[in-house]
């Protein structure tokens, strides 16, 4: 039995147990329908055993060894993953996400910082490319190595080729994935991690359809089960958890995977440069404007948001849910300002 078919279930038991609301008491209103989901780990429906099955089907569709599913956004992941992978000398990127340091900190594990190089015309750093890597390790020999792919400007580091070396130098490859959940589902965005990497974390409220802030961690090293109970509360969102559970069964699904294609040749037949390696990621440059005033332009003007913003560049994040209508304004949009 699915997550998501036992939460339409009806209970028929009267529940003296958390939480406390019962699927009946709603002091927010408009979220009543979630509130009637919200169930704890009760032995009339045991959710846990669901979940376990949900966990496996999922490490089926990925081809990996553990696949686990996180409410606690990529972060969480990550700290486990570097938890899980027992390293204790780690090269981290000097600008990487918080989480990364962190991670490291809280596992007692030695952080060793590795810089990239900065795009000048950019603004951006680009993903650590192969030689890079091996250069790293022979001058720190750690036993581990986080790597941001793609970064958040949508650069992808070749992950295949990062993998043979991490693994004729016994070192454990991390993976923080989070902007690259569609990946695995589409021949024509950059190639996934998921078979390659020890540990590696997608976040699917990013470009997948999910809601913030579920996630997933992927494991062709040790389970992570243990360092995930270590960091995460006893007490699950179970509705989270099934919109995990039908994400995932989304995307794999032929109608999910067409949604996905729709999506790229949506964002194909606006004829934007691509100044990247993942065609979701719309990266803009403008000569004659800072990134922050393209950023201005677009927002004051034609009431469109970017997601981030530097000093050359300016990235607008597409994902399963961009509609064909949203990018065609983005096209007005550009074509204007480019007059």
Same mark, same amino acid.
């Given at each position: 039995? !699915?997550?998501?078919?036992? #939460?339409? @279930?009806? =209970? /028929?038991?009267?529940?003296?147990?958390?939480? &406390?609301?019962?699927?009946?008491?709603?002091?927010?209103?408009?979220?009543?329908?979630?509130y009637r989901?919200?169930?704890?780990?009760?032995?009339?429906l045991?959710?846990?055993?669901?979940?376990?099955?949900?966990?496996?089907?999922?490490?089926?569709?990925?081809?990996t060894k553990?696949?686990?599913?996180?409410?606690?956004g990529?972060?969480?992941?990550?700290?486990?993953?570097?938890?899980?992978?027992?390293?204790?000398?780690?090269?981290?990127?000097?600008?990487?996400?918080?989480?990364?340091?962190?991670?490291?900190k809280?596992?007692?594990?030695?952080?060793?910082?590795?810089?990239l190089?900065?795009?000048?015309?950019?603004g951006?750093?680009k993903?650590?490319?192969? !030689?890079?890597?091996?250069? #790293?390790? @022979?001058e =720190? /020999?750690?036993?581990?190595?986080?790597?941001? &792919?793609?970064?958040?400007e949508?650069?992808?580091?070749?992950?295949?080729?990062?993998?043979r070396?991490?693994?004729?130098?016994?070192?454990?490859?991390?993976?923080?994935?989070?902007?690259?959940?569609?990946?695995?589902?589409?021949?024509?965005?950059?190639?996934?991690a998921?078979?390659?990497?020890?540990y590696?974390?997608?976040?699917?409220?990013?470009?997948?359809?999910?809601?913030?802030?579920?996630?997933?961690?992927?494991?062709?090293?040790?389970?992570?089960?243990?360092a995930?109970?270590?960091?995460?509360?006893?007490?699950?969102?179970?509705?989270m958890?099934?919109?995990?559970?039908?994400?995932?069964?989304?995307?794999?699904?032929?109608?999910?995977?067409?949604?996905n294609?729709?999506?790229?040749?949506n964002?194909k037949?606006?004829?934007?440069?691509?100044l990247n390696?993942?065609?979701?990621?719309?990266?803009?440059k403008?000569?004659?404007?800072?990134?922050?005033?393209?950023?201005?332009?677009?927002f004051d003007?034609?009431?469109?948001e970017?997601?981030?913003?530097?000093?050359?560049?300016?990235?607008?994040?597409?994902?399963?849910?961009?509609?064909?209508?949203?990018?065609?304004?983005?096209k007005?949009?550009?074509?204007?300002?480019?007059?």
């Amino acid at each position: 039995m !699915s997550l998501i078919s036992i #939460l339409k @279930k009806k =209970n /028929t038991k009267t529940l003296f147990t958390t939480p &406390s609301h019962s699927g009946k008491f709603f002091i927010f209103h408009k979220f009543y329908q979630w509130y009637r989901a919200d169930i704890s780990e009760i032995d009339a429906l045991e959710p846990e055993k669901a979940l376990t099955l949900a966990e496996r089907k999922a490490t089926k569709i990925y081809g990996t060894k553990h696949t686990k599913f996180l409410t606690n956004g990529s972060t969480s992941g990550v700290i486990a993953s570097v938890l899980s992978s027992g390293c204790k000398r780690i090269l981290v990127w000097e600008n990487s996400h918080p989480c990364h340091k962190n991670a490291c900190k809280l596992a007692g594990a030695e952080i060793v910082e590795y810089s990239l190089p900065k795009d000048s015309e950019l603004g951006v750093y680009k993903a650590i490319n192969a !030689s890079e890597v091996e250069k #790293l390790i @022979k001058e =720190n /020999t750690p036993d581990g190595i986080i790597i941001t &792919s793609p970064t958040y400007e949508g650069f992808v580091a070749d992950i295949k080729a990062i993998s043979r070396i991490c693994k004729d130098s016994n070192v454990k490859l991390i993976v923080d994935e989070a902007h690259g959940a569609l990946y695995p589902f589409s021949e024509e965005l950059p190639e996934s991690a998921v078979k390659y990497a020890d540990y590696t974390v997608q976040s699917l409220h990013k470009t997948a359809g999910g809601i913030n802030p579920t996630a997933l961690i992927h494991s062709n090293d040790n389970d992570p089960a243990e360092a995930l109970r270590m960091i995460n509360t006893t007490s699950p969102s179970y509705p989270m958890l099934a919109t995990i559970e039908a994400n995932i069964s989304f995307l794999a699904s032929s109608k999910g995977k067409k949604k996905n294609q729709e999506l790229i040749e949506n964002i194909k037949a606006l004829n934007l440069p691509k100044l990247n390696d993942d065609i979701t990621k719309i990266l803009l440059k403008k000569e004659g404007l800072t990134g922050y005033q393209l950023s201005e332009k677009l927002f004051d003007e034609f009431d469109i948001e970017d997601e981030h913003t530097n000093e050359k560049s300016t990235m607008l994040l597409c994902g399963i849910g961009t509609s064909k209508q949203k990018l065609e304004k983005l096209k007005r949009a550009w074509l204007k300002i480019n007059k």
